[in-house]
């Protein structure tokens, strides 16, 4: 396995290949990240991951500084499960001067639900992760294609959109959330809950669980009950001392409010939700 820190260097790792495969990551890796390189690998002729924390979609108050760096340890993980160039650009490298041009996806996708709690979370996302292709592709002949989890559902929904109206020559696939065997969403983040924290964590994979099953009972009268429903179900997270930005039921294809054909149809909506434990925020979905 190869790890590269600048733009050169990758191109001319990746430049005897045609079909690169991309995992982008933040680090810290947990073994769904792992899972979406062994998906991967068999779609292409180079697998490649990048490791970055990107600025751009932390807010001030957020935690980029905290934010752990674990090259070391996550390039072991990685040449493990089979990756074989590893983009680990210091922040210089990927902006040279002040990035003044941004991608601003549409606000009926990107200003909900993450994009409502972290504005311009997404602008982020979408900017460097073109960035990102441009640097891995660019030197590409054959397929290309990029792999995103499933456990940040806006997220590949606003890329697999980007994709579509640039017209980029990718195509993405979604990788399934891994879960502990709990229940637990897996998470980068997971790291910074207490042992007691850890333990509470799972109640927010069940209440998505009950609001899934509460909206399907609800069938063709869900578009009246489901802002009631929804209520119900952070009610009752906040009873057990969380703090929930959102529990929701919502369409896939654009996370927009079911209508009673799309609550009738099967395999057509997604429970999401968000909600603070302690100091730590974490993010869940299942779709129904």
């Known amino acids: 396995m190869q790890l590269v820190h600048t733009i050169e260097d990758l191109r001319a790792a990746l430049r005897p290949f045609n079909a690169p495969v991309f995992v982008p990551t933040m680090g810290n890796l947990h073994d769904g990240h792992l899972a979406l390189v062994r998906t991967g690998k068999p779609l292409g002729d180079v697998t490649v991951s990048s490791i970055f924390v990107n600025r751009l979609q932390f807010a001030p108050h957020e935690d980029f500084d905290t934010y752990p760096r674990t090259l070391q340890a996550d390039c072991a ?55 990102l292709f441009q640097c891995v592709f660019s030197e590409a002949k054959g397929p290309r294609h990029a792999l995103f989890g499933k456990k940040d559902y806006q997220q590949q929904l606003v890329i697999r959109r980007m994709v579509q ?27 910074y809950l207490s042992e007691t924290e850890r333990a509470e964590a799972v109640q927010l994979s069940l209440a998505l669980r009950a609001l899934a099953r509460d909206a399907l009972a609800a069938a063709g009268s869900l578009p009246e009950k489901r802002e009631a429903l929804e209520a119900q179900a952070m009610r009752a997270l906040a009873l057990r001392g969380w703090q929930p930005d959102y529990l929701t039921v919502r369409r896939r294809s654009d996370l927009q409010p079911p209508s009673a054909p799309d609550a009738l149809a099967p395999q057509s909506m997604v429970v999401l939700g968000a909600a603070r434990l302690g100091n730590t925020r974490l993010i869940d979905n299942f779709e129904i």
């Open 165 to 191: 109206q640039f017209a980029l020559p990718v195509t993405i696939v979604a990788g399934e959330t891994l879960r502990a065997p709990d229940g637990l969403a897996l998470s980068s983040r997971n790291g």
């Open 77 to 131: 993980r990685l040449e493990q499960s089979g990756c074989d160039v590893v983009f680990a650009p210091p922040e210089k490298e990927l902006y040279p001067e002040p990035q003044g041009f941004k991608l601003h996806p549409p606000a009926e996708l990107a200003d909900i639900l993450e994009g409502h709690f972290r504005p311009g979370f997404f602008i982020g996302v979408s900017t460097v992760v073109m960035k």
